[in-house]
């Protein structure tokens, strides 16, 4: 019963913390494609590969948190 | 038992006391100090001069941050000597203090990382505390937290990124580490090792933005809070809803850093191939 109180707000902490973590990759993708495309004169290609790499790592992280989430009993 | 039901009740006079200081100490404020004085960019109560503008630090004062930076660092370094200073195995009032928040720490990376995960007690025992020393500082009038500054917060979010995969790559070697980066399917790889990449560049600026966000958020509303002291109903409303609210943040905010700091280190050192199937 005292194990039933704390974990549950664990898992409300973590869930809060999801919505960061997309927008954070996906800022950081596009930052670091357009530092590439900066340092090797290809305007527009590496800014729209790594940003869509960053959505796809912000998801990623997303879907390992949820399913974390729903693995625990 | 009685021994422990006493010192229970102590420590929670103790807590009423000094929740019953903070409340008035803001009323004091509320009262007695222009609005000019409480404004988000009001002077700090305490002043270093500026003794490293020789290494290009500008400005005639310290910055804030880094002076209450130094301030939570001499509260630590003192709470701490005062707890292990003379230990006993009936422990004396600091020790007791000493001896709660370590069991705490205990306790959590029992459960969030397993065997073993008592090792990084240095990395988040240090971190937690001075997050949860520099937030609740913040509370008291005059004093700024450093946690409000994006600053203290990027330190904070980049010792933790370099030292989870520190702890990793000392674990498992450098191209295991590596190979744990590139997903389950060998013709993914390339893609998942980029991914995996942006992803992990992620944390540090998650970590530091939360924690910077929530507390300069609070601390802003309530100086425009306090700033309307005059009209008597926002004051109310800092009182009864804002300064509890703040006091939880930082509770919370201390609490969702640790954890995550030590979900990244489990990731880092888990004895899986990085084959995460959910």
């Known amino acids: 019963m005292e194990e039933q109180g704390p974990s549950a707000l664990k898992e409300l902490l973590r869930l809060s913390t999801i919505g960061v973590g997309l927008v954070a990759a996906t800022a950081i993708g ?5 530092f590439l495309d900066w340092l090797l004169g290809t305007r527009p290609w590496l800014t729209l590969a790594f940003t869509i790499f960053g959505i796809a790592a912000g998801f990623l992280n997303l879907f ?4 974390l989430l729903k693995r625990r009993p | 038992m009685a021994a422990e039901t006493t010192e229970r009740r102590m420590s929670g006079k103790t807590f009423g006391l000094a929740l019953g200081g903070l409340v008035l100490a803001n009323l004091l404020v509320g009262l007695f100090l222009s609005p000019r004085h409480v404004a988000l960019q009001h002077t700090p109560i305490v002043q270093i001069p500026n003794f490293l503008a ?3 630090v500008p ?3 310290m910055p804030p941050q880094v002076t209450f930076t130094w301030i939570v660092m001499g509260i630590l370094v003192l709470g701490s000597w005062a707890g292990t200073r003379s230990l006993k195995a009936v422990p004396g009032r600091m020790q007791n203090v000493a001896e709660v928040a370590l069991e705490a720490f205990h306790s959590l990376l029992d459960q969030m990382i397993g065997k073993g995960g008592r090792d990084y007690l240095p990395l988040v025992g240090t971190v937690g505390l001075f997050i949860l020393t520099s937030n609740l ?5 005059g004093f700024q937290a450093p946690t409000a500054n994006w600053n203290t917060t990027v330190a904070l979010g980049v010792t933790v990124y370099v030292l989870y995969n520190v702890y990793g790559i000392r674990k498992h070697g450098f191209l295991k580490y590596l190979k744990h980066f590139c997903g389950p399917v060998w013709w993914l790889a390339p893609i998942m090792f980029v991914i995996e990449f942006i992803g992990h560049l992620a944390r540090p600026v998650s970590l530091s933005i939360r924690l910077f966000g929530n507390i300069f958020g609070e601390e802003s509303v309530v100086a425009i809070l306090l700033g309307l002291t005059w009209l008597v109903m926002p004051y109310l409303i800092f009182l009864v809803v804002m300064l509890p609210l703040s006091l939880f943040t930082a509770v919370v905010q201390t609490f969702v850093f640790i954890m995550l700091t030590m979900v990244y280190i489990a990731g880092a050192v888990e004895e899986g191939h990085g084959e995460e199937h959910y």
């Open chain 2, 54 to 56: 020789f290494l290009g």
């Open chain 2, 137 to 141: 500082m913040g509370q008291i009038p």
């Open chain 1, 64 to 67: 390992r948190d949820v399913g």
């Open chain 2, 59 to 61: 400005g005639a004062w």
């Open chain 1, 30 to 34: 596009l930052a670091l494609g357009y």
